[in-house]
Each structure stands twice: as C-alpha cells, then as structure tokens.
C-alpha cells in the first residue's frame, strides 16, 4: 500500500498542470458566463449586471440564426468530408495504393495542412475572385464559362465556398489519423478474412470500420467542435459577408465584440458556442459508446 507521502508527491507532480488548467481555461471561461449576465464595453470600468437580458436578445436575434445555420451546414460537410471520405481515402492509401505512390500520396493529401489558414485563405481568395480568379478562367477555358461565378460575393455561394477552403485544408490532416489508427489493425485479421473468401468492401466494413472506432470518434469531436468554432476562413474571405450569408457563430461574436463594443453580449454568443461544442461532445460519447482509450 503507497503511503500517504507518496500520494502526496503524485499531486505535487499534477500540480503545474492543475494550475495552468484552472488560470488559462477554468477562470477565464467562469469570467466569461457571468460576464454574459453583464453589460459593458470594452474600455469601461464598470459592469452593469443584466440578468437575463444578453440571452433573450440573443434567442430574438435572426443574424444568430443565420449563423448557428450556417455552423450547423459547417459541421454536416466537415463530417462528410474530413470522416466518412478521409476515412475512405485512408483505407485506399493503405491498401490499394503500391507502397511507393502511397508514401506519395499521404505527402500530397498532407501538404494544404502545413499551410496557415490565413495563407490558404488568402490564396482561395483569388482562385475565387469573380473577375480574374483560377476557378473562373478554369471554367471559361474547358468552355464552362456559363458556370463562372462570383462565388465569394453571391449570398447562395459565400457560404459553400468558405466550407470548401476548410476541406481541402483539413481532409489530409484526419486522412492520416485514420492512417496510423488502421496501421494497428492487426494483420491476422485480414489473413484470416481472406482465407474466408472475404472481397476489401467486405474486410472494410466487417474489420476497419470497428477497429478504427475509437479514432473515428477523436475525429468526430475534432470536426464538429471546429465547425462550431471556425473564425479565421469565413473572417478573411468574406467578412462574414455578402450581408450575413456567410456570418457564423465565431465572427458575429468578434463582430459584436470588438465592432460593435457590446462585449457583454459577445460574451453570451462565446457562452453559447462554449454549450454547443460541449453538448455534441458529450452527445458523440454517449452515441459512440467509446472514447475511454
């Protein structure tokens, strides 16, 4: 039995971790919940308590609806994209590629990954720009050039086209965690599938897919609580705009914070994002039954 020295020292071993968690995360988040019940601007030195106020305002809000949309629009294509077909791509790379193009293929699907999102974002914006931009002249060349748009300034498209800078810059980076996760898979049971005659779709379904189950999981969270708090690719392409068409949950908030100087209410959207990201997590544990590893 460990004596209570022991125990003691385990603590004091947790100890700077427990201090950096409750400094940089737990008071600051606490701060923000009862800021959410106050309001005032950023330079002022007094807080007027509000109660309830900042929330009913924010439920009464349409451009809060208009963005919670389009986080939630956010969230169904991340999924689709950076799950099911990363996962997809994972399984080819690892067993229909030869080993030599599947070393170049991690590579090629990686590199948008070591980019900034502000560079891709900065670099999508003239692929998209509706006068001069690569989508555009790629369209007219191929004689498309009914299909040239302005993407990033057209209400049905701004939203769309922000979503699929995100892709295309995350899909390597889940791709190869399924990668190392489908690496563990012990190779016996493969062996053991094909000697009962089993095809790859069948070996997919029957072995990958629950082998992999835990990291599908750690993917999932990873996804949809990015989708909810994406900011810098709907900031530096649109603004959020034409209008609100592309606003969500993350730039209404800076929007509100440091435009409109209504920090408290700012402080009840931060609050409600801070819920809904906890909310799916935990919804995701519940529904995966998993996460334990």
């Given amino acids: 039995m460990r004596s209570a020295g022991e125990r003691a020292l385990d603590y004091l ?3 700077p971790a427990l201090i950096f968690l409750g400094v940089f995360i737990l008071y600051p ?17 007094e807080k007027t308590f509000v109660g309830l106020d900042n929330y009913r305002q924010l439920i009464a809000d349409p451009i809060v609806w208009t963005a919670l949309t389009n986080n939630v629009l956010y969230a169904l294509v991340s999924v689709l994209f950076q799950v099911f077909i990363a996962h997809i791509l994972a399984a080819t790379v690892l067993v229909v590629l030869p080993s030599r193009l599947a070393v170049a293929a ?12 502000t560079v891709v974002a900065i670099l999508f914006t003239f692929i998209f720009d509706a006068s001069d931009g690569l989508l555009n002249g790629l369209l007219q060349a191929v004689g ?12 049905t498209t701004a939203i769309f086209a922000v979503i699929s800078v995100s892709q295309w810059q995350s899909i390597g980076y889940t791709m190869l965690l399924f990668i190392v996760s489908m ?18 779709l069948r ?11 835990e990291m599908i999981f750690v993917v999932m969270v990873l996804t949809v609580s990015g989708a909810f708090t994406v900011f810098a690719e ?57 996460g334990k590893e």
């Fill in 13 to 15: 071993f947790l100890l």
């Fill in 29 to 45: 988040l606490a701060a923000n919940v009862g800021f959410s019940f106050s309001e005032f601007t950023l330079g002022s030195a």
């Fill in 106 to 117: 991690r590579s090629f699907f990686f590199l948008p990954v070591l980019l900034s999102m």
């Fill in 144 to 155: 498309l050039g009914q299909l040239a748009h302005p993407w990033l300034g057209d209400t």
């Fill in 183 to 200: 690496q563990n898979i012990p190779t016996e049971l493969y062996e053991a599938a094909a000697l009962d005659g089993a095809k790859l």
């Fill in 203 to 213: 070996q997919y379904v029957s072995i990958t897919l629950p082998q992999t189950r």
């Fill in 234 to 290: 709907p900031y530096i392409l649109t603004g959020g705009g034409p209008g609100n068409a592309s606003q969500v949950l993350a730039t209404y908030m800076y929007r509100v914070g440091f435009f409109q100087n209504e920090m408290g209410y700012a402080s009840a959207l931060a609050t409600l994002i801070f819920v809904i990201t906890l909310v799916l997590s935990v919804a995701q544990a519940t529904l995966f039954r998993t």
